[in-house]
């Protein structure tokens, strides 16, 4: 496993950042990255969030041609319509041996203090995820190369719910302790599937910058 290094811009090295795009959008009505979001459509933020923290960002998606804008890599699902796990293989298989840090297009808040902890972690761990009050966020985690096998196999048994395969590596699981430290207001998984859920979330954020303001 290549060794994860921070540059002088905070980037990390040896890691790639992995945006999902996947999803029907049903519950939005619409394709919600393209939504705009504090003067920029989701997938647009989400990608510079990630591109500011790893050197090396792919964008996971069925329909490439929406997001050939972005100068990222732009990879199609290996299996497609396997869900998240589906993304998460996918992303694994194009890092070529590189842990990668996977995240979603619909969570406008990825806070990079969290993040960077969880990669401090990755050295010792294959997996390493939030736990939440709620139980465990695996659209906010890192998986090394040697989560593909056990991946792979859930793919084969049609098993598509990520945490499945999580009893056959190393886990680490983030508390709700830690990351109430890095993350005192509890943005980083914050996650947009309705038009209302877009609406609260632009109301937080306007919340955040008049208590910031005050």
Same mark, same amino acid.
Not at 18 to 32: A, D
Not at 62 to 73: G, I
Not at 125 to 137: C, F
Not at 165 to 177: G, I, T
């Given at each position: 496993?290549?060794? @994860? ?17 996947? *999803? ?11 939504? =705009? =979001? ?27 041609? @929406? ?26 298989? =194009?890092?070529? *041996? ?47 190369? @040697?989560?593909?096998?056990?991946? +792979? ?23 709700? +302790? ?10 980083? =998984? ?25």
């Amino acid at each position: 496993m290549s060794p @994860l290094t921070l540059s002088d811009e905070g980037e990390v090295a040896g890691m790639v950042g992995v945006v999902l795009v996947g *999803g029907k959008s049903r519950r939005y009505g619409r394709n919600k990255a393209l939504e =705009f =979001f504090q003067g920029e459509r989701l997938i647009d933020r989400q990608v510079r969030t990630v591109g500011s923290l790893f050197s090396e960002v792919l964008v996971i998606t069925n329909e490439p041609e @929406l997001y050939l804008h972005l100068d990222v890599t732009i990879v199609r699902d290996v299996i497609p319509g396997q869900g998240p796990l589906g993304g998460i293989y996918t992303g694994l298989i =194009f890092a070529q *041996g590189k842990s990668v840090f996977v995240t979603a297009c619909d969570m406008p808040f990825v806070q990079p203090a969290v993040v960077r902890r969880m990669v401090q972690l990755a050295k010792n761990y294959d997996v390493i995820v939030p736990e939440k009050i709620e139980g465990l966020e695996p659209l906010h985690a890192i998986y090394s190369s @040697l989560c593909l096998p056990h991946i +792979e196999q859930m793919l084969d048994h049609g098993m598509l719910q990520v945490i499945n395969f999580f009893p056959a590596v190393k886990v680490y699981r983030l508390s709700s +302790e830690e990351i109430g430290q890095l993350d005192p207001q509890g943005l980083s =998984f914050v996650n947009i599937n309705t038009p209302d859920d877009m609406d609260r979330a632009k109301d937080l954020l306007e919340g955040l910058e008049k208590s910031r303001g005050d």
